[in-house]
């Protein structure tokens, strides 16, 4: 399939924004100078099986691009399938992206891998929400690759197996949603109970059989308003 890309550069009066239509099909709502605000929504039918989706994301230096996702992504039953992201944010950049549901149905066998390359002074922000079958269903097979690096090396690598027809004990238990708030590249106010990273970044965690009331959306407001907080002071210091 042909790459979904989405690179934002600082610019005046207001900031460059490439848009690459593939299987995913991404929206500029608004920009200034150096801020963006995307929507981005499938394309077509995604994923049924056999697809290979790629999604690029550059973020220039010392620009925000904030990502909404609408409709979420469904993996049908099939031959294996793949959702693959690449992003790559400059010096003193930030991504906010809140990713809606993405789900494995029955008889499904998808792949999902991100990748996130942060330069220095960057971060970004990240809604990851994987869900084993709708209602009713026990779900697919599902595995899920993260990998976060910096300029120093690795900050965080998370490798995720599970299938929803074959249950492993002591990883999900009677639990078929996978909720998380990931932050790299910035402290944001973490709660008791959720994971910091050695380098500046934390993740929390939420298991469920369900996908409403999920107690990680305040979670999600006060981390996305620590690296606002964090991008707009480095916004002025450019300024001055």
């Known amino acids: 399939m042909t790459p979904t890309r989405i690179a934002l550069t600082a610019g005046e009066p207001r900031a460059h ?8 099909a991404p929206r500029l709502i608004t920009r200034d100078a150096t801020r963006a605000h995307v929507a981005v929504t499938a394309a077509g039918m995604v994923l049924l099986g056999g697809d290979h989706v790629h999604v690029a994301i ?7 691009l904030e990502i909404e996702d609408v409709g979420g992504t469904v993996a049908y039953r099939g031959a294996p ?22 789900v494995v149905t029955d008889g ?12 220095d002074g960057a971060r970004a922000l990240i809604r990851e929400t994987l869900v084993l079958g709708r209602h009713g269903e026990r ?43 990931i932050a790299v ?17 934390s993740m929390a965690r939420h298991l469920s059989d369900h996908t409403h009331g999920s107690p ?18 480095e916004e002025a210091v450019i300024a001055r």
Do not use: K, M, Y
Request: proline letters at 8%.
């Open 139 to 181: 779900g697919g097979r599902l595995t899920s690759e993260l990998t976060v690096v910096d300029e120093t090396g690795p900050v965080l690598i998370e490798r995720l197996e599970a299938d929803g027809a074959a249950p492993q004990p002591g990883l999900l238990g009677q639990n078929r949603v996978i909720d998380a708030v």
């Open 216 to 233: 990680l959306d305040p979670v999600w407001d006060a981390w996305a308003g620590a690296a606002a907080e964090r991008a707009h002071a």
């Open 17 to 24: 924004v490439q848009l690459a239509v593939g299987a995913l």
């Open 108 to 119: 499904a066998d998808a792949e999902r891998r991100s990748s996130l390359t942060l330069a």
């Open 58 to 64: 550059d973020v220039g230096p010392g620009c925000t």
């Open 185 to 201: 590249g910035f402290r944001p106010p973490a709660r008791p109970g959720d994971l910091e990273f050695d380098r500046p970044g």
């Open 81 to 102: 399938s793949s959702w693959v992201l690449d992003v790559r944010i400059g010096a003193g950049g930030t991504l906010l992206w809140h990713g809606l549901p993405f």
